[in-house]
């Protein structure tokens, strides 16, 4: 056997390709010199070629292209640079959420999430539903995500829902209705199958045989199915396909005064295991059914005063035959033999043994569970134009409170089951294995969090003559409080953003975040994190005016420091940790006493993770079809949370505290091609494709010294699995006795 440290690198590569009706937004040629597409830029929006950094978007109506319950697992190679790992299938929110990462991973520490913001303030987004979206916007470098301070070292991820327009009421009706089936099952062996390899690994062994020759001709002929029985257990739990449908309706429109736009939706979504609550009453069937609600409103109060209520939330219903979810019968289904025991007895108990219980008894007769969620999102925005102050200025403040709460119900009760076999006479005897009991209820489970948050800014956005100032100034505070959190988790901060351009061609941009958090010490809570980012314009040169293939072609540039405050460990690793330690028995009646002892010491200087982060990308539109962007990163990522082991020795005799002595480097390319052209006036049409690589290494992580070198990680690829490696089989006795000695069992050829 040998260690295997191959290091592995990610890539990802997509194609997405869309045929429909669709309206193009304008992009720079000889008639139009900039862009007219507008984005999401955090705390804003700018159009498209104002801005320096790396910044990539989809389309809210991309989304609906995939009807999953899901939002995020509708990102699949929709945003470059964006990686979406699927956990799970099982509808709900925990059991089918993702794993978002930008540009890969930076940390080896526990803090490797997304900030996530809907609307500008933190907040799950999972369970929105496409209808209600605008636009999701993936923020990448440092220019992109500096304004956010301590929170962005891991990329920002922007959600903005849909918003009313001027014009008459317009009214959409929208349902989708589909089946779902699993991409895989297993393939299990039949009974007969089963039982030969069985006795050959037995025969290998040294064993005797378990199944004889008339057992083999029972399994195979299937005459014999009470003692001999040949049972597909997936095929006996589980449904081929399971309906799913979504309704959705919503309401738009406005005029110069108020705009609206008002959904509702709902999604039904049943399990794939068969119906158990029609065929138990002890049971109930496998669904799950969310209901979705959103109100935008802008109203104008005056022609300098204008407020923006949001209001957005969802009610979620699912239930589960036997357990909360389903991995355990899953597994349960995977591990029972499929000639162990027969579903059914012949006289209609159910069949189990000593060993294993019955798999789709389990979900017929062991109870349910039901869980209630619901979510609430909103916000109010005021905004006063400044104009009597000097033009283009502007003040807002906005306040936002999210709430999340989750309760489950359960009902459980166990039930009686037979093991059978045969007597002299070959008539059954039934065994007799648990009871019969009553259903009993625990209403008790619940998680909740809620979320309050503040934001006061100043938009200033100005043209003189050939040059624009656009800049935005921001105070930021906000509670988080969850289940079993204790203490609400609290940050506040001040951030900034000014861009200068300059006759349509050059770009300049500077951009800070000044925050902290109540989870470092003091002289250590807050941060500055500033970012810089230059670009030019170059197809509005005189040189390339005129230019019939290139319509288009910026180059950028940026670097900046950002962080991230999620960094693992204890909480307030600055308070020194006192824990009970040994016990002492006194008196006659020997009542005990805990001691209390040192913990872990205290890191007076722990601090968040700082990333230094380095971009150049260029964007071009060719021969009036093809829109081409592409982008070189590096990122250095440093005081990352470690056990010092390299430093403090263990003879010291007590725990140590994790310090912030890791680090992480990051780098990779990303590019992503569009073509786009239309055939008739109504059809548009375009195939997108996007790839993406990057590769990190552990610079240093303070690990203990090793005797060998390949142990180390320092050198590898964060999660690089250090395993044994089969290295073949033996050939003979005498590759055996010339082989390391295998402390692990005996062995023999082959």
């Not at 900034?496 to 349509?504: D, Q, V």
């Not at 460990?569 to 009646?589: E, I, K, L, V, W």
Request: hydrophobic share 35%; charged share 15%.
């Amino acid at each position: 056997m040998k260690i295997n440290y191959k290091r592995r690198t990610i890539f990802a590569f997509t194609l997405s390709v869309c045929l429909g009706m669709t309206t193009w937004a304008q992009t720079p040629s000889q008639d139009s010199v900039v862009s007219r597409q507008v984005k999401q830029i955090g705390y804003g929006e700018k159009q498209s070629w104002m801005i320096p950094g790396a910044v990539s978007s989809v389309n809210g109506n991309e989304l609906g292209k995939s009807f999953t319950p899901n939002l995020a697992n509708t990102l699949y190679g929709l945003i470059p640079g964006l990686t979406v790992v699927q956990t799970g299938g099982e509808p709900g929110v925990g059991s089918d959420s993702p794993i978002l990462n930008a540009r890969g991973l930076s940390t080896f520490s526990s803090g490797k999430g997304m900030l996530i913001l809907v609307d500008g303030f933190e907040s799950s987004f999972e369970t929105l539903v496409s209808d209600e979206i605008e636009s999701i916007t993936l923020l990448k470098d440092a220019s992109a995500t500096a304004i956010y301070g301590s929170k962005a070292a891991n990329g920002v991820l922007l959600v903005t829902t849909k918003r009313g327009q001027e014009g008459p009421l317009k009214v959409t009706f929208s349902t989708r209705q589909g089946l779902q089936s699993p991409v895989r099952l297993p393939k299990f062996l039949g009974s007969y199958d089963y039982a030969t390899l069985y006795n050959e690994a037995l025969a290998n062994d040294g064993k005797p045989a378990l199944y004889t020759s008339a057992d083999l001709d029972a399994y195979q002929s299937g005459n014999d199915p009470l003692y001999h029985p040949d049972v597909d257990w997936y095929g006996e739990m589980l449904r081929k396909t399971a309906p799913t449908a979504d309704y959705d309706l919503n309401f738009r429109g406005g005029n110069s005064t108020a705009k609206y736009f008002v959904l509702v939706n709902m999604l039904n979504d049943q399990g794939l295991y068969v119906k158990s609550g029609d065929m138990s009453d002890k049971s109930i069937n496998s669904n799950y059914r969310r209901f979705n609600y959103r109100s935008n409103v802008d109203i104008n109060l005056n022609k300098n005063l204008s407020a923006h209520l949001t209001i957005g939330g969802n009610v979620e219903d699912k239930s589960n035959p036997a357990a909360i979810n389903t991995s355990s019968i899953f597994n349960k289904m995977a591990s029972v033999a499929p000639n162990m025991f027969p579903v059914y007895n012949p006289n209609g108990t159910y069949g189990s043994s000593k060993l294993y219980s019955n798999p789709l008894a389990d979900i017929l007769e062991t109870g349910f569970y039901t869980s209630n969620s619901r979510t609430f999102q909103t916000n109010l925005k005021l905004t006063q134009k400044l104009d009597m102050i000097t033009e283009g200025l502007s003040a807002s403040a906005a306040i936002s409170f999210n709430n999340y709460f989750i309760g489950y119900s359960s009902k459980s009760r166990t039930y009686q089951s037979f093991s059978i076999a045969p007597d002299l006479n070959g008539n059954p005897v039934y065994t007799k294995i648990g009871l019969n009991t009553s259903l009993s209820g625990n209403e008790s489970g619940s998680q909740s969090w809620r979320n309050y948050a503040l934001q006061t800014y100043l938009n200033y956005d100005r043209t003189f003559g050939l040059n624009n100032i656009n800049g935005v100034v921001l105070f930021s505070t906000s509670n988080y409080v969850a289940t079993g959190s204790g203490l609400p988790y609290k940050d506040m901060g001040v951030f900034g953003r000014a861009t200068l351009t300059n006759s349509s061609r050059y770009i300049a941009e500077f951009s800070f975040g000044y925050n902290g958090s109540e989870n470092f010490p003091e002289g250590h809570k807050f941060g500055f994190f500033p970012a810089g980012a230059l670009a030019w314009v170059v197809s509005n040169e005189d040189f390339l005016k005129g230019n019939s293939a290139i319509n288009y072609l910026k180059l950028r540039a940026s670097y900046g420091l950002t962080g991230n405050d999620n960094i693992g460990g204890r909480r307030f690793m600055y308070n020194q940790d006192m824990s009970a330690g040994a016990a002492y028995y006194f008196g006659t009646s020997n009542s005990v006493s805990y001691s209390l002892g040192e913990g872990e010491i205290a890191n007076t200087s722990v601090t968040w993770e700082k990333q230094k982060q380095l971009n150049f990308g260029v964007d071009a539109t060719v021969m009036n079809h093809f829109d081409l962007s592409a982008d070189v990163f590096n990122q250095d990522r440093y005081d990352i949370l470690a056990n010092p082991y390299r430093t403090i020795p263990m003879f010291m005799g007590m725990s140590l505290p994790m310090k912030n002595v890791g680090k992480v480097n990051n780098k990779g390319i990303e590019a992503s091609v569009k073509y786009r052209n239309e055939t008739s006036q109504n059809i548009h049409y375009y195939v997108q494709a996007s790839a993406w690589y990057a590769q990190n290494t552990i610079k240093y992580n303070s690990e203990a010294l090793q005797v060998n070198e390949y142990l180390y990680r320092t050198g590898q690829q964060i999660g690089q699995p250090f395993l044994f490696e089969s290295v073949g089989f033996f050939k003979d006795q005498e590759d055996i006795d010339n082989s390391p000695v295998q402390i692990f069992d005996k062995v023999k050829p082959g």
